[in-house]
């Protein structure tokens, strides 16, 4: 089976813009998971996604969205991007169902805002 | 607020040592644990998850859990320099994971 893959890969944007990431699960996962990592503050859950509704959210400000597609591929949305949202932004997917919800992470995208 | 905490590290062991890592969390609740490898400049690697108190055992892995302490462990055997990364525990409550700021270890040759 394929990995979890994200793309782009790496991205540089400039204070103020805002930028859509991808994400496409491992097939016949339903759930995508979004963190965000950063050296002071480690991996940080955004939301989650399952069958096309979010279904967990952390504490990230609005400007932060994302969504699901019916093939369960995720998109993540920042609005109005700032310095601190300089990062790798992580996705993982999970089969969503039962009780054991082992996450898979793909490579990353790597966010400079500069 | 949910909180998984780690020895901070960084440990550096000797080739062929045990290396031991550990984790607390706050939330009693908790339902599934895991552990992943982190290797500098990639994205996390699921290796171990534990859902029952006791040892699992995987190759040179061995998760440890004690849910009444609110514990859980890796232990890894015969340490190899290739097990030279930051390891994160994560807790997974209410289908979302929280992960410990991870511990980074160093297998010496």
């Known amino acids: 089976k394929a990995g979890v893959t994200q793309t782009p890969r790496y991205l540089i944007k400039t204070r103020g813009q805002q930028v859509t990431l991808s994400c496409s699960p491992i097939?016949?996962?339903?759930?995508v998971s979004w963190y965000q990592q950063t050296p002071g503050q480690g991996l940080q859950f955004l939301f989650e996604?399952?069958?096309?509704?979010?279904?967990n959210k952390g504490n990230f400000p609005g400007r932060f969205s994302g969504r699901q597609f019916s093939n369960s591929r995720s998109e993540m949305n920042v609005s109005t991007l700032e310095l601190g949202d300089s990062a790798l932004y992580l996705c993982?997917?999970?089969?969503?169902?039962?009780?054991?919800?082992?996450?898979?992470f793909g490579p990353g995208t790597r966010l400079t805002v500069t | 607020q949910k909180e998984v905490e780690q020895n901070s590290g960084p440990l550096s062991v000797p080739e062929g040592a045990i290396a031991s890592l550990n984790c607390t969390y706050s939330?009693?609740?908790?339902?599934?644990f895991f552990w992943y490898r982190q290797y500098s400049g990639k994205s996390p690697e699921l290796i171990m998850s534990i859902y029952s108190n006791g040892d699992k055992e995987d190759g040179r892995f061995t998760a440890q859990l004690n849910k009444a302490s609110q514990y859980v462990s890796l232990l890894i055997r015969d340490s190899q320099p290739s097990d030279s990364a930051t390891y994160l525990c994560a807790v997974c409550s209410a289908r979302q994971l929280t992960f410990g700021s991870g511990t980074q270890l160093t297998v010496l040759p």
């Open positions: 996604y399952f069958s096309e509704t979010q279904r």
């Open positions: 939330d009693r609740v908790s339902q599934s």
């Open positions: 097939s016949g996962h339903r759930s």
């Open positions: 993982a997917s999970s089969e969503g169902g039962g009780s054991s919800y082992e996450q898979y």
